[in-house]
């Protein structure tokens, strides 16, 4: 079947470079859009969706859904991250964290669309990671992450340049976390460094730091520091945080002289939300609770708790624990909400009591799944994500190191 395209999303390290001869200033291009309101092609966020979306009280949607998953058949693989909600869980096809997510769509090379339920920078790995003929499908482009947006392009180079400048660059591999644009991911691999999950960042700093002196962890600093201090036997004071707003960083060269790692001032506003005082309020109310934490939460809630691991860990640790056994958990509400309908045998608690969905990847509803899924049915691509040849090829070689790590 011919397909017409539209929505085209490219992504280069182009879009985040200053005009020529304008220089960077820190902290410029930090975005600060309202979610569906506008674009700018240096953010992952702000871009409203094009199409006539179904209504959300439509009653018909499952059904319709169910319709066009049929008539697309094995034409598309539809993806389904753990923070998605219910409804649209349901017409995933695999279920996974990121980087499960991005393997599971170059395995599946017959499919001619990948459906992806997640984040902008999940379909960018997706889109890396498959052959050239599938084309990767954001059902809302508004679906970025905050996280991610924390460390844009030009602000690495930025502090890429000031590492040179004061002659630490030839001691510093880079390693980026998973959650980072495809931009981030090809400046990783074009200086010598690697991508990590937080399944695997202990092994992706021990191979860093055998091979240079110092690391710099982007964009996730409280992942590098808990991994760095709980998991490798450094001390908080090892750390220092780069804040790209400020001019070097906010730091001297004697500091950034000492420092094994230099951490990026970014974190994840879903994980961010939790302090120390939860863990303690949810052991009063809850006797006997075990406390299960993402590593992306601070490093005093990640020393609180009884257990810190990706979110792979989490829901198998739950899957494993005794029936009777009372959990309170530490990461996204939508995934914390089906772990608890889905083992009733036990107790399983968010650790907050104020609810702290993540935001972005909630704007994949229903509806946007049912529109995109009909638009392929009919012909139509919509919401593609593509990265370029260049950036794709060094963000590659990054991706490829991850999976190469001892
Ligand atoms: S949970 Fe955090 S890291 Fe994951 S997509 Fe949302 S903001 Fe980004």
């Not at 439509?58 to 059904?63: G, Q």
């Not at 949810?282 to 934490?293: A, K, Y």
């Not at 229903?366 to 950036?391: C, K």
Request: proline content about 5%.
């Amino acid at each position: 079947m011919s397909s017409s395209s539209s929505q085209l999303t490219t992504t280069g390290q182009g879009a985040d470079r200053a005009p020529a001869g304008g220089g960077h200033r820190p902290g410029r291009d930090l975005p600060l859009l309202v979610l569906g309101a506008g674009s700018d092609s240096r953010s992952e966020r702000g871009v409203s969706c094009p199409g006539e979306l179904p209504a959300p009280s439509d009653p018909s949607l499952v059904r319709r859904a169910a319709l066009a998953r049929a008539e697309l058949g094995d034409r598309a693989f539809v993806l389904g991250h753990h923070y998605q909600r219910d409804e649209v869980i349901r017409f995933a096809d695999v279920t996974g964290d990121s980087f499960k997510l991005a393997r599971e769509a170059a395995a599946r090379p017959g499919a001619e669309y990948v459906v992806f339920c997640g984040v902008h920078f999940m379909a960018e790995s997706a889109d890396i990671l498959t052959s050239p003929d599938q084309q990767v499908i954001l059902p809302d482009l508004a679906a970025g992450c905050s996280m991610a947006d924390m460390a844009t392009y030009s602000q690495v180079e930025e502090c890429w340049e000031n590492l040179e400048d004061v002659g630490l660059a030839g001691t510093v591999i880079p390693v980026t976390y998973m959650n980072s644009s495809a931009d981030i991911k090809a400046f990783t691999g074009r200086h010598g460094g690697t991508v990590c999950t937080s399944s695997n960042a202990k092994r992706a700093l021990t191979w860093a730091l055998a091979k240079g002196t110092k690391v710099l962890f982007l964009p996730d600093q409280h992942l590098g520091r808990n991994t760095a201090v709980l998991e490798l036997g450094m001390n908080t004071a090892d750390c220092v945080v780069w804040d790209p707003r400020k001019p070097g960083g906010g730091l001297d060269p004697e500091e950034l002289r000492r420092a094994t790692m230099i951490l990026w001032r970014g974190h994840c506003s879903v994980h961010g939300r939790f302090v120390a005082g939860n863990v303690t309020e949810v052991r009063r109310r809850i006797g006997g609770v075990n406390v299960i934490v993402h590593p992306e939460c601070v490093y005093e809630v990640v020393t609180a708790a009884d257990l810190v691991g990706s979110t792979e860990k989490i829901i198998s640790t739950i899957e494993r624990a005794p029936a009777g056994s009372a959990w309170a958990v530490g990461t996204e509400l939508n995934l914390v909400q089906r772990l608890a309908q889905t083992h009733q045998d036990k107790t399983i608690v968010f650790l907050d009591k104020t609810v702290c969905y993540c935001s972005t990847m909630n704007r994949i509803d229903l509806p946007h799944l049912v529109w995109a899924m009909e638009s392929l049915a009919a012909g139509q691509v919509v919401n593609r994500i593509t990265v370029d040849t260049q950036t794709a090829a060094e963000a590659r070689a990054a991706l490829d190191q991850m999976l190469a790590l001892p």
